[in-house]
């Protein structure tokens, strides 16, 4: 069964600083990997996805994530934030079959 | 195109009471899902469908209903509420039934509240 977790619930990070927000999937198969971004009182949108193509796979919004299988991990960074980056996070992993499993997610904070 | 769009926006029910949450895309995608989404808990699955006439369970489904008379529609029947039932509810569809690697776009959400 396929499972992702995210390991911090809340980062907190200063305007034009790096942001690393971790996430740790498990798959029985190549996964499906992707990472959405909510922001408050709106629905979700796609920031990127990985699909076998290539391990470091560039998003929206200047983010990127890489897939490193030997640590079943996919993390999603950017070099500077920005206070319009204040989001949830969230890591989602794909059964195969259509159906996402998400993490519980990580809310991200920029302080001025 | 409109995406996905859900409604009503917010929803105050009280318990034992029935109600139909509603979801249209105008995308012609072929799989619709519903999903709750609980603080600390991420979203979890309810109520799928892979195309019309064609629905199936997901993680949480109990309590709720769904039907898939056409392509566009994709409503949400709460049968009796229970203030277990208070979540933000999210509707999303997707191109092709079993495409793994297809984005699911989400609607804005109906935020239900169940005294």
């Known amino acids: 069964a396929q499972s992702v977790t995210q390991l911090d619930s809340h980062v907190s990070v200063s305007e034009g600083t790096p942001v690393l927000l971790r996430c740790n999937y498990s798959?029985?198969?190549?996964?499906?990997l992707f990472w959405y971004v909510q922001h408050p009182n709106k629905g979700l949108q796609l920031l990127l996805k990985y699909t076998s193509a290539a391990t470091l796979v560039k998003g929206i919004n200047g983010f990127e994530a890489e897939f490193k299988k030997s640590e079943t991990s996919f993390h999603l960074t950017k070099p500077s934030a920005h206070m319009s980056d204040a989001a949830e996070y969230f890591c989602?992993?794909?059964?195969?079959?259509?159906?996402?499993?998400f993490g519980q997610g990580t809310e991200l904070s920029v302080k001025p | 195109n409109a995406g996905v769009t859900q409604t009503p926006k917010f929803q105050v029910l009280k318990t034992g009471q029935s109600m139909t949450l509603q979801c249209a895309q105008d995308?012609?995608?072929?799989?619709m899902s519903w999903y709750r989404q609980d603080p600390g808990m991420g979203l979890r699955l309810i109520h799928y469908s892979v195309g019309a006439g064609i629905t199936d369970q997901g993680e949480v489904p109990n309590g709720y209903n769904v039907s898939r008379s056409t392509t566009e529609d994709f409503p949400l029947r709460l049968l009796s509420a229970a203030p277990s039932q208070t979540s933000v509810y999210f509707c999303?569809?997707?191109?092709?039934?079993?495409?793994?690697?297809?984005?699911?776009?989400f609607g804005p959400g109906t935020r239900l509240t169940v005294l």
């Open positions: 999303a569809s997707s191109r092709q039934g079993h495409g793994s690697y297809n984005e699911q776009f």
């Open positions: 989602v992993v794909s059964d195969g079959g259509g159906k996402l499993i």
């Open positions: 995308m012609n995608h072929e799989y």
């Open positions: 798959s029985s198969y190549s996964p499906s």
